[in-house]
């Protein structure tokens, strides 16, 4: 009877014998359940329970329960109510009634499909979003790499280049013409490297490979290099230069100084190159719970509109200017993405033809210097007297550079074109320290540094200072130099003054020292 009511009034039922099969029907899709009170009581209470539990987040499926007439005990409601959420119709039913909670029941059910079809959906579109992630995340990781390789392979040659215009620099004798085309090879070359290690810059800092140090370093000082390194490029452009670190004087700070003297630097080479008159100042103070550094200059300034931008890779606020003053636009977005690193900030505030001032407010810990201070100043670089060394190099054009450099240094120099070799000779005796280039062929630098160490060990002999040479640029390079074993690691392109200083002190040094960069 109840059947034909609800067919005539366009509701498919099926009727059920027992607690199970409704539990059965419920899973494989049925709308809503119909069930006397008494059938729920009597048994299978627990297999309903374990239905209802069991749906999903997006399901809330409708049972619906004849309660017999009279009033409900509260042990009944409480007995139901563990049960699951159920909708209770009195018996004798009323007809209107039945019919429209058991169609808003269906109506429910079906708005619910509509949840779990749009669930559904919006998970395909979270994971098809993810797999696009991930495509992209592969593919800078490969963009890094390849800039990394690419690097490698033009630093190389680019050794070759500016080391033998620095020997060509220093022979004589030259003619004005000839200095001047010597001077013009070495500038481009330069430039052409400031360029590619921009580029390395920025393809190591998207892919998360730059590790910031924390080392005690005085402020005061590192800024009063960057500005006599850039005083030059200002008395040029007759430009003031000045530098207030009062506040900081003589304070010690634990950080990168590495890092943060390439972003002052940046900063002040900007202000010196978008300054025509006036000039700038370089300005720290201690900040909060950091520091905050202020390049200040009177120049052409930023246009407000384009201010936002110019943290960009590759933008600049003004191409007719910048084409006056050259540049690629990186040094700010890598200057903004290594003082976040450090956990700062950097702001600018600029106004068209009254000039800019960039800060950075970076976390430096305040910390106790040490006794005795190294020597201020750039390391004076020694003649070297009379040792012998070992270069171990496969490509001529270095080959060249780094020995004519050692032998202007007073070095005489062998040279051996693979790792093997390399320790063939070095069984000798004959060597006072070896220039060890990492990638050769036959057997690598590294394999070559690991066998010599191992010799020494096994035969109680000397360890030789070993420097390690490498067109990588990556911070790991310098790593598993040290790691094979070597004393101390120099990246190519290098100019005299570095490999000369880096010779010197290790030949001084006691036997088995690692030089910190
Ligand atoms: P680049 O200097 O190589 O162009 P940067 O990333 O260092 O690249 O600077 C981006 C742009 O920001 C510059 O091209 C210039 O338009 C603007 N800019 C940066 N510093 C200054 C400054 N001190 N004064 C005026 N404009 C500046």
Request: glycine residues 8%; aromatic residues 4%.
């Amino acid at each position: 009877m109840t059947v034909r009511l609800l067919n005539s009034n366009g509701i498919a039922c099926q009727i059920c014998g027992s607690l199970n099969e409704v539990c059965e029907a419920l899973e494989s899709g049925a709308g809503a359940a119909l069930l006397a009170q008494e059938h729920v009581l009597a048994g299978g209470g627990d297999r309903l329970r374990a239905v209802l539990r069991q749906q999903p987040q997006w399901s809330d499926i409708a049972v619906i329960l004849l309660t017999p007439p009279g009033p409900d005990t509260a042990t009944t409601i409480d007995r139901l109510g563990q049960i699951g959420h159920m909708t209770l119709i009195k018996r004798p039913v009323q007809l209107a009634n039945f019919i429209t909670t058991i169609r808003s029941a269906l109506r429910d059910r079906e708005r619910q499909y509509g949840i779990r079809d749009y669930l559904a959906e919006r998970n395909r579109q979270a994971e098809t979003l993810n797999d696009a992630l991930q495509r992209a995340n592969a593919a800078n990781t490969a963009k890094s790499e390849f800039l990394a390789n690419v690097s490698h392979e033009i630093r190389t040659p680019m050794n070759a280049i500016i080391g033998l215009s620095h020997i060509l620099a220093r022979s004589s004798p030259l003619t004005a013409n000839q200095r001047k085309y010597i001077d013009t090879l070495q500038t481009s070359g330069e430039s052409l490297l400031m360029l590619i290690n921009d580029l390395l810059d920025v393809a190591k800092i998207e892919a998360g490979g730059i590790e910031i140090e924390t080392i005690p370093f005085q402020l005061d000082r590192m800024i009063s290099e960057v500005a006599s390194m850039l005083s030059v490029k200002a008395s040029e452009k007759a430009l003031f230069l000045t530098v207030d670190t009062a506040d900081v004087a003589g304070r010690w700070f634990a950080g990168d100084p590495t890092r943060l003297h390439q972003i002052v630097t940046n900063l002040t080479s900007n202000a010196v190159k978008f300054t025509r008159e006036g000039g700038v100042r370089i300005s720290a103070r201690r900040d909060g719970p950091g520091v905050s550094i202020a390049v200040a200059d009177t120049g052409v300034g930023i246009d407000a509109e384009k201010v936002g931008r110019i943290f960009e890779k590759f933008t600049q606020a003004d191409s007719t200017v910048t084409r006056q003053y050259g540049g690629t636009g990186l040094g700010l977005a890598i200057s903004k993405g290594l003082a976040e690193l450090m956990g700062g900030t950097i702001t600018v505030d600029s106004r068209v033809d009254k000039g800019s001032t960039f800060a950075i407010i970076v976390p430096l810990v305040e910390v106790p210097g040490p006794e005795s201070r190294a020597p201020s100043g750039p390391e004076a670089v020694e003649q070297g007297n009379g040792g012998h060394l070992l270069l171990a190099e496969d490509h001529q054009p270095n080959v060249l550079v780094a020995k004519t450099f050692a032998e202007m240094f007073g070095y005489t120099v062998d040279v051996a074109d693979n790792g093997r070799q390399a320790v063939l000779m070095w069984r000798t005796g004959r060597y006072d320290l070896i220039l060890m280039d990492v990638q050769m062929p036959e057997m690598d630098g590294l394999q070559a540094t690991r066998a010599i160490r191992e010799f020494e060990r096994t035969h109680g002999r000397a360890p030789i200072p070993i420097i390690g040479m490498t067109a990588h640029a990556l911070d790991s390079a310098r790593e598993r130099c040290l790691d094979a074993g070597m004393n101390d690691y120099i990246s190519k392109p290098f100019s005299p003054g570095d490999l000369q200083a880096r010779i010197t002190r290790l030949l001084k040094a006691p036997a088995g020292s690692t030089v910190k960069a």
